[in-house]
């Protein structure tokens, strides 16, 4: 095959130890094709496009970050595939790196078929392929990527780098805030990347290098008690490059809609002896997509009914069919839910919510793990619970969220009130409550623990509340601005460290840390702030008498952090 990546992926001498990698040097390696080859598409210089990604795929350092990324990053790396292969150590991954230069990724193996829960009691499929096969996933999909970033229609936001939930809520009020939209269809595609087109997709995404490694990989099948099934359409969920073949398949509905305008008349002005009427086009329709879920607004049920039967029209070209179960129309007055939001206007104002269904979701999970844990230490749980209501509060912050902060306040203490009396059957309320919960800036419900931290010392740690998260608007992405643009890496770098100013409170002591070292990672050099999770580092190490200051801290990655450990690589104050 033409565009197979061939057995010259791979250093000239074999890669030692994890530690030895430089990863600035690699991400820099990785963004610098990706910018060329987003830039290319842009010019349609295709001859080019073709040469890019052909280097990018045989890149070493893109076999690096794809290790990294499937063995490291991703929340699926402890599941094996078929061959039951696990890769846990450095050690496990510099073999992999190493066997590479043999592996021959045109030898597709089946996925491995296993289910996860839903929130509605069934189950969803995901398909598991080896190790070896989601490296090779992910190395074509960053040569994959930038050119469809160049393509991709501004209202899509899930599974994009730069792009989140938050976009798209956003973009729903901009349509149905007081004066605009009115009307919605909330459509809900019925199995999407189980049923999308395989030959569509392929012809979408044209003769590219690659081409036939995508190929097999939709056609490998899946294995489901010993027994192989063919895949006939459909691409796997739990593939590394499968939400960026939803999304390519998916592409083109905004566009699409967004030729169909309306005119508004204006005012009339005389000119002389002739009167002139002004008028302007504007879209007819709004489209905001998150993955398979989308929805489209207009300004009566009319317009809205009579785009339904084009939509599915537009979906059966692709395989796909809406779940009629799930799709609805609705007027904004009524509401609707939307990413864990709830939308819905009152007395002509559009608010947004979190989804009252997830509240109680969350209160019960919080309930469930009490329950189940009735003899922990009170300090286990509030470092256990911390991370998820700082978390679920973190989402929710965005919206008008001040009223379910304050009601999830009200019954966690409730929770936890329950949770101390179990511990102490014999026991009244008079004698739990002074005992569990203290008084913090003027609030008596604040549930304490003392301990002990690694100095020995005594400290007092407590549980968090919502209701002292600071509400603050989310500002949308623009339009159709990508991380691959070359020509925006200032509004990316700021946007990233606005964010991180949102996170830390100002003037605390990890917003100062974060200052002192410009917002970014000293192992890998990207921003803090890319979507990886966030450790804070000692210099000197506290066994060896390093202290708490600003000057002896340091926030990495958290897989950096153990990059960091395993090589006793120096960090400097900036990065």
Known sequence: MKDRVRK?????????EWSDINWKTVNKRIKNLRHRIYRATQEKRWNQVRNLMKLLMRSYSNLLVSVRRVTQDNQGKRTAGTDGQKVKTPQDRVKLVNEWKDFQPWRVKPTKRIYIPKSNGKRRPLGIPTVNDRIAQAIVKNALEPIWEARFEANSYGFRPGRGCHDAIEQCFARLQKGKDTW????????AFDNISHEYVLKTIGEIPGRELIKQWLKAGYIESEVFHETESGTPQGGIISPLLANIALDGMDEWLGSLTKTKWGKTYQYGNKKVHSKHKYRKYGFIRYADDFIVTAETKEEIEAILPEIKAWLAKKGLQLNEEKTQIKHISEGFNFLGFNIKQYQGKCLIKPQQEKVKDKINQIKTWLDEHPNVQPETVISVLNPILRGWANYYKHGVSSRTFNYFDHRMVKLLIRWAKKRHPNK????VIPRYFGRIKGDHWVFTAKARDRRGKSKESFIFKMATTEITRHIKVKERASPDDPTLRMYWEQRQTRYGKAYFAKGSKLYLIAQNQNWRCPICGEHLFNGERIDTHHKVEVANG???????????????????????????KRA
């Open 546 to 572: 390093g202290s708490d200051e600003v000057n002896n801290l340091v926030h990495v990655h958290k897989e950096c952090h153990k990059h960091l450990h395993s090589g006793q690589q120096p960090v400097y």
């Open 8 to 16: 010259d992926i791979g250093a000239k001498e074999a890669l030692a």
């Open 184 to 191: 919605v269809l909330d459509a809900d595609i019925k199995g």
């Open 428 to 431: 009244g309320v008079e004698w």
